[in-house]
């Protein structure tokens, strides 16, 4: 009799498995849709409470919310823990370790109480954002953008780290001709105006006032203005690229001796084995 | 007689129906040309009215310009209403109503008096410039470009679905870094403030203070920056291809010797054999 | 005798027609070259006089360049009008009228004497500043650039249409939402406010208070930062376009039969009259 | 034996060079990263320098750490000029002369005493932010982006100019238009607040508070918003160029029968007449 419970249990876990880790069965894609508006919910409650006007009056029902979505959470949290082939592996994953951060301070507060200790606890749920980024295997069509972006990775790195040439030596510079005028107190922050700057963010918190920092301020916006050109033909250039590759892919003339299938569209013989091509 | 004068009035009908809906006869062009200068004039009027340095002296004006356009716009509305096949269809379409609400609040001013109440019914008036999106069929030229944006609204999508994840991530961050100093006071408000940095627009309304913040929006800021690159390489290779699918479309000449495709519109002979294209 | 100084004097006459008109000649650079400095060196004259700083101490030094310039421009003004071939064409166009204007007022401020006066009549020398568009004609490079905005104007325009309507309806509907907290006293203003929003200028000086304004906000700025991927899109289709068919032109497969010189790089017969290329 | 002692020294020099100016030995890719990490930190220390917060506490600790790094790049300095092959040439470089003054200041010290002369001298040191320019050499990837931005840059100094110019006349006018009003005091500040509105930085330390000048500023903020896409259309189409050069140049495989030469890298048989590539 033992056996056959040890046996159930395994097509429990066999089931589940299937369940929360895959999306063909329709059981499956119910608990992702369930999982999917849990977080964004759960998310916005804790947005929510966070604006004095809003958690004044509803404060009670915010609280009720915020339990039922951390028993949801503990419980798919256990459920992967127990039923993954590779505990370990999820349980120190980044998307792990912020599960697990986002439940622990619900369960901290029954057990102490004091005020500010508590709201240290408390802010550790806002972590809980990040599990917004488990939506992201929901989308296919990213696929083509991340892999301009990943074709384009060296390319943009080279890129960050010319701007971030240019932004230390223009802080330094404005940190020498504007003195501490105009919010230019120290390096550091004079770097954080370049970078302010060059972005065309330009808050205006921080702004040069003699006429050297002007003139060096107004080459740096028309530099920056200019090569924001720079990430933009290459990840272009990388999208065309990767359309045109996928062209060809879909293009379909498929050899009938080797049966290779990339062929450009004007091709009259296999560029592979010379056989001739319908 | 009574048979030839419903004849009569059906024969008018049709004769409006093709002055209002089509734009192919003379008379249709001069009644398309004078709604939208009295669509245009109308905007302009109400917008005036909002400026309390011009409705004090031109007041009386601008109140009889807007009976005028009031009553033209309702000839126009029942015009639409009792010619068009299907009256319904157009008065519960989204320009109908716009069309319905800009004009009944002039005419509800006639029967009701007293201040409070007067401002809202008039201020429904503004929604007038709704109807601003009626000069959009005069342009032709805008397909191409609503074409590549329709094609690439997966991607852009995608995209936007990327920028509101990295907003709400940053914003959460923020609000913990900052606390309610530099203007950080909810999760909501610090979303704002990151929507503010990353689009490049910068207020400075909202800044931050802290060292670890000032470092955490310079991070976000050259992503912004960055990723402008991604929109802009999608939509400009939809219009490369847009522009070479209707090149290669208008341009099927088939060579019957050596069956290549791809000749210059101008072509007589195929460039591969020589041989003459029809 | 009198004929023959006709006959020098319309010599003079032409040689100087080569000089002023031509660039051809050594004298005629070099009066080209003696103009475009004297432009840019009054117009930075007439900048540094607007400084208070440097009027105060340079004042007398400034007016003395102010006459020779006024003195060098007169003479190359009547030049042009006598000497060029249809001189009312010239008198009347669009920098024929600065010339005249950045002329006059320095003789006006000979006769005229008193406050108010002479400050609007010399506030009209900055015209002068339009003189600077003269350069144009000196850079060869710009055809590309002007050819690919020529061609991508009319989508352009599309697209500055399409913005334009945005910015209307946005500013109203702030105008609705806002009230006159923030700045939104008037609708004009509302959308100058939409404007410097939606092209993420973002001054700061007008800024949402209200959580819908903010949330309307939020939406413009997303989509002014994704709808700038439009005419960037545009405008690189249209320079990727000019610059193949420079090369089809560069090219330079000549039929030996008809001389057509447009041939693809990889065409083995004329595409005009069937012959062989070599 | 003093012919000896000179043959080593010769040989110490030539190792010596070998390490300092070749990255292709062990030991000359270690020293390349010991100094570009000095690099680094000594700019870092530096920054660190500028904050009051920091120096207070930390003071000795940055000192120390400063003439670690004096004494380090002094060893350098000498190494760099005697064993280069052409000591004036590194002398009287760019890098060669910054490199100079970054050590000077902290020598200066030891004889200099006295308040204002110090700060002044060791303001020099700043200049070592410069040194982050050696750091170029090290990334390969670099050299795509530079072609296209070498390739572009007659096109980019075309389009500069262009912008110059509207910023010039723009500036003008709104200082007519605005008076003194909003903080257009003189033209070269309101040329300046045309530069910050056209790259959409955009402080709000200078706005326009006139209506005319909001309409102007409008005009320029919507043209600065269009005419981005000019560079980015430039660099883009100079990136896909360069990549298909690349492609093309790597890929010289011509059919020995029909002379094709647009084969795939992995083509082995002609595509258009089935023979085989060598």
């Known amino acids: 009799m033992k056996q056959s419970v040890i046996k159930y249990l395994l097509s ?64 798919e949290y256990l459920l992967r823990l127990f039923i993954s082939r590779s505990p370990g592996k999820y349980a120190f994953s980044f998307l792990g370790i912020i599960d697990l951060l986002a439940l622990l301070p619900s369960y901290i507060t029954l057990f102490v109480s004091g005020g500010s200790y508590l709201i240290v606890i ?40 010319a701007v971030t040439t240019l ?18 107190t120290s390096i550091p922050r004079s770097i954080y105006w370049a970078i302010v700057t060059v972005t065309t963010v330009g808050y205006g918190d921080i702004a040069p006032q003699t006429i050297i920092g002007q003139i060096t301020a107004s080459i740096l916006m028309l530099m920056g203005y200019a090569i924001i050109a720079v990430p933009t033909g290459i990840v272009t250039s990388e999208i065309v690229n990767a359309e045109k590759g996928k062209i060809k892919e879909e293009n379909q003339i498929i050899c009938s001796s080797c049966e290779l299938n990339a062929h450009d569209p004007d091709a009259k013989f296999c560029k592979s084995c010379g056989n001739k091509l319908s």
Chains 1, 2, 3, 4 share one sequence.
């Open 122 to 161: 408390r802010s550790i749920r806002l972590l809980r954002v990040f599990r917004i980024l488990k939506l992201g295997r929901y989308l296919r069509e990213a696929s083509v953008l991340t892999d301009a972006l990943t074709a384009s990775r060296h390319k943009i790195l080279v890129f960050l780290g």
């Open 12 to 75: 429990v876990r066999k089931r589940l498995y299937i369940i929360i880790f895959e999306t063909d069965t329709r059981v499956g894609r119910l608990f992702d849709i369930i999982l999917l508006w849990a977080i964004l919910l759960s998310v916005f409650g804790v947005m929510l409470e966070s604006v004095k006007e809003i958690k004044q009056p509803y404060g009670t029902f915010l609280l009720m919310a915020e339990w039922a979505f951390t028993i949801l959470f503990t419980i």
């Open 167 to 184: 932004v230390l030596i223009t802080g330094t510079l404005m940190y020498m001709i504007e003195g501490s005028g105009g919010g230019f």
